[in-house]
């Protein structure tokens, strides 16, 4: 069974902190990693897709790494705002299908 | 641009209802399909994926079944809800053919209450 952790579980931080969570998956027969965000009451959101060990993307205040050799992959959020507040998501693949953490819920207090 | 839909947004249904729950996709051609659900205090798990009209994978045992009978709709089923069918649902979809490195775009999920 292919699994997926992600840590913390939930994080609450002041506005203006940097913050950074983990994704932990399987380091065998990797394919793809993605972020997503989801906000209270909207759809998630596509944030990074990864595939390459090293890989570092980045989207305004947001970044993500990716090491495929030990399976893990961190997303760093730079000086936090309110409107930050959400679950991220980080899903593996390697089968045509996405398999799913449980997710990091950030709340960034103004 | 690409648009998913998702209805109903909210449904509260009896234990041993029937349920029914559809997606559709615009703007987009032979679109891969997803099925997804978010119980209370899990992660959101794969529950059906549809590469074409009439092709469904199922990931897991369940009650639940699903069709696709046109290209851009996809329909979640049961015909006895349980109350451990009680979650957020989201329909998703990927461009066709690029398999998992594709982005998934979600719907805007309906939120199912068996009582």
């Avoid at chain 2, 987009?28 to 529950?47: E, H």
């Avoid at chain 2, 979809?93 to 398999?99: E, F, Q």
């Amino acid at each position: 069974i292919l699994n997926v952790e992600q840590s913390p579980q939930s994080l609450h931080v002041q506005e203006g902190d940097s913050t950074n969570f983990t994704c932990s998956f399987p380091s065998s027969n990797f394919y793809a990693l993605h972020w997503y965000r989801w906000e209270t009451a909207k759809s998630p959101e596509a944030l990074f897709v990864m595939t390459l060990n090293g890989d570092e993307k980045k989207k305004g205040r947001i970044s993500a790494t990716l090491n495929t050799k030990e399976g893990y992959s961190y997303l760093y959020i730079k000086g936090s705002q309110p409107e930050d507040s959400a679950t991220y998501l980080c899903a593996f693949s390697n089968t045509g299908k996405l398999i799913f953490g449980q997710g990091t819920t950030l709340q960034v207090k103004p | 641009s690409q648009t998913i839909h998702q209805w109903p947004a909210t449904l509260v249904q009896p234990v041993g209802s029937p349920l029914s729950l559809e997606c559709t996709v615009e703007g987009t051609s032979n679109p891969n399909l997803y099925w997804y659900r978010q119980a209370a205090g899990r992660g959101l798990q794969l529950l059906f994926y549809s590469v074409g009209i009439g092709q469904i994978s199922s990931e897991v045992p369940q009650n639940l079944s699903a069709s696709r009978p046109q290209d851009r709709q996809f329909i979640l089923s049961s015909k006895k809800l349980l109350l451990s069918d009680s979650g957020f649902y989201l329909c998703a979809w990927s461009v066709w053919g690029l398999g998992d490195r594709e982005t998934q775009y979600f719907g805007p999920g309906t939120r199912l209450l068996v009582l």
